[in-house]
C-alpha cells in the first residue's frame, strides 16, 4: 500500500432528531451568528427549516438566510451570500441542503477572505483562513458533508471547479436520514451513483491497497442494495439510514486510502456536460460517463477490471459486470447516454474543448483530446 | 441503523520511511521538549529509536525519555511516568511502541492533570485536560493509535480497566509498517486476533448496521488473508501495510458505527486473564475466549452467527466456521484453550471472581458469574 496522510475531523451527528442539537453544538462553540445557506425552498416542505430554525433560536443564535443555491452552484451566488456574509459579520456558515448547498456554504466560508474567491479554484491563491462550517444534510450524495472540497462553476468561463482545504471541513454534519424519506426516488438514485462514482474514481488506481479495496467492494454492493430497496419502499429508514452512510464513507478519504488521490477522468468530463446543460443532475451525468469509461478502458485493458467485476457484480468478466451495472441504473431510471441526457452530437466538439481545459483528465490514464472524443462517442 | 455521533480527528502517516517527520510536526505544532514512551527496548534494535531520535534532534524538540512499559502496562509504570513528565515541565508526550506503550503515553497526558490518575479509571474523576499525544507505532493490534481509549492495570487491585476522553486521541500517529518487518510471527498474529477481536465484539450486536458490517466482513477477511501471507514472508511490506491499516481501522470507530457500543464481554474477561497472568498476550487470550463465547452463545441462538459464518469463512452453518475460525489462529500458532495458555483450573473461580468486578459482563447478554463460569469450563 502507497503512503498516506489522513486527518478528517468532522464531527457526524447521525439519526433521527438529530437537527435539534443543532443550536446547542454552535453555542457550545461560542458561536453567536450565522448564514444559513439554503436552495430553492425544499427545506420549507419536508420540515427541516422549521427545525433548524427552532433550533437555532433556542439556542439565541442569531441567523441571516441565504436562499437561492442552485444544484451545479455558481460562483456568482458564492459572490452574494460572501457579501451578505461580510455585511452581517456572521461567525460561521450553516448549509442547510444537498451537496449544491454544502459546497456553496464551505465556498463562501473561505471566500469572506479573499478578494476574489475564484483565484483559489484557478490555484493563484491559497486558503488560509475560513469560518467555521456546519452543515444540515438533506440528499446523500455528494460526501461533501464529510470532507474539505467544493465544486462551483464558473458561468461566465464555463468551468466547474473544484477546491480543497483542510479550514473547510465541516465541524459538525448533522444526517438525519429521515428527511430524506419524502424525496422522489430519481433524486436517491442520482445520489446513490454519485457515491458509487467517487469509490469507483479510486477504486482502479492501485490494487495494492488491499483492504480499502474490500471497503470499497462493501461499499458498492450496500449502496445497490440499500438503493433497490429504496425503490421498492421510499419510506425504509433502515436502507435510507445505511444508504446515507455509505455515501458520506465514499468520500470522506476512507475509500480512497492507498489509491494514489484517485482517477476523477470521470468527474471532469461530467463537470462539463453540467457546465454546458446545467440542467443534468451530476449523479445521472456519471451513471452515463463512468460506463463508458469502463467500457473503453477494459477494452484496451480488461485484468484492471476483473476485481470490480467479480466482487461487486459476481461476474466472471468485464462486459458482464459492465452490462449488469447499466441494467441497474436504467431500473433506477437514469439516462443511459449523452443523448438521453439531452446532449447533441452537434454539442461534442465544444464539450471536448471545455473538458481539456482541465490540467489534465485521468490518472489512470490520462486523456487526450482525441480519447476524450472517443470516449464521448462511445457514451453519446 | 441507530443513531450515533462520530469524530476521530487524529492524524495518519502512514508509509515508509514516515518516522522522519515526527520532529518537524511537533515543531509546527509549537512543541518543544516532549516525554517519549518507550517499552523494554525492542526499539532500538529495529531502528525506531534512532529515527526518532534523529528527526527529534533535527527539530531541535527537547525529549526525556521514560522506559520500561511492559506489556499489560501498570498503573505504577503511569504514575512514574506522571512524575517525570511534571518534572521535566514537558509539552507533550510521545509513545514509540505499541499498544501498552500508546496506552501509557495516553494516560500519562491526562494524568499529569489529577491528583490520582486511577480515579478516572473508576469513574471517580472526569479527564478535563491533556497534553498533546503523539505515536509511532511498532506493533498493529490494539488500534490505539487511532482513538480515545487506553487501558491499565491495577496490580494491587488487579484490575485491568479502561479510559475513554476525546482529549487523547493522539493528534499525529506514524505508522511505518517497514519496522514490523522484524516482529516474531506469534505477535503478528496476536496482533492479529486482538484487531479482530474489536471488530468482532462489535459485529453481533445489531444486525440493522448493514453497511459498518459489510465494512467489517471486508476487515475480518483482509486481516485472515493478510495475516496468512506474513506467515508464509515476514517481509510482505504489501500484507504489513494493509494489515496494519486494518488494525487502526478495527478500533478508531468506523468498524463500530451503529453498532451499539459493542458487546465488550470477551475483552473484560481476558483482561481478567492478563491480570491475573500478566505474561499472557492481549491477542493470545482472545484467541481462546471468543470462539468460546461464540459457540457458547450460539447454542442458545445461532441465528445471530450466521452472517458472520458466511460472509467471513464462507460457510452455511456456524459450527462449521467456528471450526474454521479455531483452525486458522492454531495454524498461526496461538493457543486453543486457558490450559494452553497456563491458567489452571483451580484458578477458575477466582478469575470468575475478578470478572464480576467489571459493572457488567456483555451488552449483546450479559453473563451472570454461573454463565462466565460456564464459558470459562468451555474455554478451559
Same mark, same amino acid.
Given at each position: 500500500m502507497d503512503a498516506f496522510s489522513f486527518c478528517n475531523p468532522t464531527r457526524i451527528e447521525f439519526g433521527v432528531g438529530t437537527i435539534r442539537k443543532l443550536g446547542m453544538e454552535l453555542k457550545k462553540a461560542d458561536i453567536k451568528s450565522c448564514l444559513m445557506v439554503a436552495g430553492g425552498g425544499s427545506i420549507k416542505k419536508n420540515g427541516v427549516y422549521e427545525q433548524v430554525c427552532e433550533s437555532l433560536e433556542k439556542a439565541e443564535i442569531h441567523f441571516v438566510e441565504g436562499w437561492g443555491v442552485q444544484p451545479n452552484p455558481t460562483l456568482e451566488k458564492v459572490i452574494e451570500l460572501c457579501e451578505l456574509a461580510k455585511r452581517e459579520k456572521v461567525e460561521a456558515v450553516l448549509g442547510v441542503g444537498g451537496g449544491s448547498v454544502i459546497d456553496t456554504a464551505k465556498t463562501v466560508s473561505a471566500g469572506v477572505f479573499l478578494q476574489d474567491i475564484?483565484? &483559489?479554484? =484557478?490555484?493563484?491563491?491559497k486558503i488560509r483562513n475560513a469560518l467555521p462550517v456546519y452543515t444540515v444534510l438533506t440528499l446523500s450524495a455528494t460526501g461533501s458533508e464529510m470532507n474539505g472540497n467544493a465544486v462551483i462553476t464558473n458561468t461566465k468561463t464555463m468551468q466547474k471547479w473544484g477546491i480543497? +482545504?483542510?479550514?473547510?471541513? !465541516?465541524? *459538525? =454534519? %448533522?444526517?438525519? !436520514? +429521515? /428527511? #430524506? =424519506? +419524502?424525496? !422522489?426516488?430519481? #433524486?436517491?438514485?442520482?445520489g446513490a451513483m454519485d457515491a458509487m462514482a467517487h469509490i469507483l474514481e479510486y477504486y482502479f488506481a492501485d490494487d495494492r491497497a488491499i483492504a480499502t479495496l474490500a471497503i470499497d467492494d462493501a461499499l458498492l454492493k450496500t449502496i445497490v442494495e440499500m438503493t433497490d430497496r429504496l425503490q421498492n419502499n421510499s419510506g425504509d429508514l433502515l436502507a435510507r439510514g445505511n444508504l446515507a452512510w455509505c455515501a458520506t464513507?465514499? *468520500?470522506?478519504? %476512507? +475509500?480512497?486510502?492507498?489509491?494514489?488521490?484517485?482517477?476523477?477522468?470521470?468527474?471532469?468530463?461530467?463537470? &462539463? @456536460? =453540467? &457546465? *454546458?446543460?446545467?440542467? %443534468? &443532475?451530476?449523479?445521472?451525468?456519471?451513471? /452515463?460517463? @463512468?460506463p463508458a469509461w469502463i467500457e473503453y478502458m477494459s477494452e484496451k485493458d480488461p485484468t484492471r477490471f476483473l476485481r470490480w467485476a467479480k466482487n461487486v457484480w459476481d461476474e466472471e468478466n468485464v462486459s458482464r459486470a459492465l452490462h449488469r451495472f447499466r441494467d441497474k441504473l436504467e431500473s433506477w431510471g437514469l439516462a443511459k447516454s449523452l443523448r438521453d441526457l439531452g446532449i447533441k452530437e452537434?454539442? *461534442?466538439? #465544444?464539450? /471536448?474543448?471545455?473538458i481539456m481545459t482541465s490540467p489534465r483528465i485521468g490518472m489512470v490514464s490520462r486523456f487526450t483530446a482525441v480519447e476524450v472524443e472517443s470516449l464521448l462517442m462511445l457514451a453519446f
Open positions: 475564484w483565484n &483559489a479554484f =484557478s490555484g493563484k491563491e480543497y +482545504s483542510p479550514l473547510i471541513y !465541516p465541524r *459538525l =454534519s %448533522i444526517i438525519d !436520514p +429521515s /428527511v #430524506q =424519506s +419524502s424525496l !422522489p426516488f430519481k #433524486q436517491t438514485a442520482n464513507l465514499a *468520500l470522506n478519504g %476512507i +475509500s480512497g486510502i492507498g489509491l494514489k488521490g484517485g482517477d476523477w477522468a470521470c468527474h471532469d468530463i461530467q463537470h &462539463a @456536460f =453540467s &457546465a *454546458l446543460h446545467p440542467e %443534468i &443532475a451530476h449523479g445521472e451525468g456519471l451513471g /452515463v460517463i @463512468f452537434l454539442e *461534442l466538439p #465544444q464539450l /471536448v474543448k471545455l
